[in-house]
């Protein structure tokens, strides 16, 4: 059965509920929902949240909407607006915080993992797709919106950089909505599963760098850095400091739709065969011109607004971005994706088999492995996780990585997504 068939074979019916107004108003209910239930202390949510990720019901309930025809995410103009105007300020807001000369001070061997991580990633869509092809000759050969390549593109932006960029993905190569909705499945289920191991792992981290020779000295320091910074830098926002976040984020969002509009029909006019790279796409130029503002103002004052919550505001944009994705997912898609989860385990493997050869070839301990991948994987909604997992201190490290890898994410997944046209 192919994404297809099954969306063709949904059965239409008229939505409940038509008013967008309202269909924002239910999404942001479910997300304070969600966001109070997974920070309560209580033990059962606690356990809840240990299985289901906090990010996977901002996706799924929405969906439920849409699956049961309360509301009908193809009609509704709200991922427009959220794809077009709080995303590009979401970009912005979370890559404006990144401290190229903190992550130095990481070593050498924390940036080369990472970096490792993000070209597994890069390398592994390529290799898995020609892997189930051999399996599945159907999934490769297909040229519209739902080939999945296109779908595939999405995961890799979830992988290097995060839904900001997994949005992205979606517009600069038109994934369906069949397929992306089978590749968020995909995308959540694998990651979650290689984060368990992570943690798994974290609790023998002792024993496994004595195995491997890895000099643990340097996380000592790094410790006692990540905590002096954060005690810097961190405030209490007034008023001022979140109307100037806001006047960022949205202000360059403005200026990124203008370049959009001059650069794209430049291209279109004399450039005609640079459409295969995307160069015809006006959201391609907007992200382009959005993470490369925020990369500019990381290197000025500006960055100091990250003490006041500017990445929080950031991912408030990026959570109502990520439920506008789910209303327009269908759960009964789920049916038919045993053979994109063997992709997406393919995947994985790739990006974890090159990360432990590289960890175990440079003896670098199994910290900055494991959050250099999650860096990656998971981005900063889940490094952190996984860096406090070695210690409590170190969770702020997973988030700088992170944010690392929403300044690659963009540039890293087009050009996964690039290979990935040229194979599938």
């Known amino acids: 059965m192919s994404a297809e068939s099954t969306a063709g074979d949904v059965a239409v019916h008229a939505p409940l509920i038509t008013n967008d107004a309202t269909i924002l108003g239910i999404f942001a209910l479910m997300l304070g929902w969600v966001f109070y239930t997974s920070s309560s202390k209580s033990p059962f949510w606690k356990k809840f949240y240990g299985v289901v990720p906090a990010v996977l019901l901002c996706y799924f309930l929405p969906s439920l909407l849409n699956t049961f025809d309360i509301i ?9 607006v959220a794809s077009r105007y709080l995303l590009p300020a979401c970009l912005v807001l979370l890559t404006l915080s990144i401290d190229f000369p903190a ?7 924390a940036i080369i993992l990472f970096l490792t991580g993000t070209l597994g990633i890069v390398i592994g869509g390529p290799i898995a797709i020609l892997v189930v092809a051999s399996v599945f000759p159907e999934i490769i050969g297909v040229s519209g919106p739902e080939a999945a390549w296109r779908g595939m593109t999405t995961v890799a932006g979830s992988w290097i950089g995060g839904s900001a960029n997994q949005a992205a993905m979606k517009e600069i190569y038109g994934a369906g909505d069949a397929i992306f909705s089978v590749m968020v ?17 974290s609790g023998r981290a002792a024993q496994i760098d004595a195995k491997t020779g890895a000099d643990v000295s340097a996380i000592e320091e790094l410790k006692e850095k990540v905590e002096q910074f954060h005690a810097k830098h961190a405030r209490i926002p007034t008023l001022a400091d ?4 806001v006047a960022i984020g949205l202000g360059v969002t ?3 739709h203008l370049f959009a509009d001059v650069v794209t029909p430049y291209f279109v006019e004399n450039h005609p065969d640079l459409a295969k790279f995307s160069f015809h796409s006006k959201f391609f130029w907007m992200v382009i011109f959005a993470s490369t503002c925020g990369v500019i103002l990381s290197f000025t004052k500006v960055r100091n607004l990250e003490g006041a919550g500017a990445s929080k505001i950031g991912s408030a944009f990026l959570y109502i971005l990520i439920a506008t994705v ?8 789920i049916m038919d994706a045993p053979k994109f989860f063997f992709i997406g385990v393919v995947w994985m493997l790739v990006h974890a088999s090159l990360m432990l050869i590289v960890a175990r070839m440079i003896k670098a301990p199994l910290f900055y492995m494991a959050v250099g991948s999650q860096a990656n994987v998971g981005g900063a909604a889940s490094a952190p996780i996984v860096a406090s997992a070695f210690h409590p201190s170190l969770a702020p490290v997973g988030v700088l990585l992170a944010v690392f890898g929403y300044t690659l994410g963009t540039y890293m997944a087009w050009l996964c997504g690039q290979l990935l046209q040229a194979v599938g």
């Not at 009908?72 to 427009?80: A, I």
């Open 185 to 201: 499945t995909v995308d959540v289920i694998v990651a979650n599963l290689w984060m368990a191991v992570l943690l798994v792992m």
């Open 242 to 245: 979140l109307m100037i976040i």
């Open 326 to 333: 789910g209303m327009k997912m269908d759960v009964r898609m």
């Open 254 to 256: 403005g200026f990124a």
């Open 72 to 80: 009908r995410g193809e009609d509704s103009q709200l991922y427009y």
């Open 103 to 109: 992550i130095k001070k990481l070593g050498g061997k």
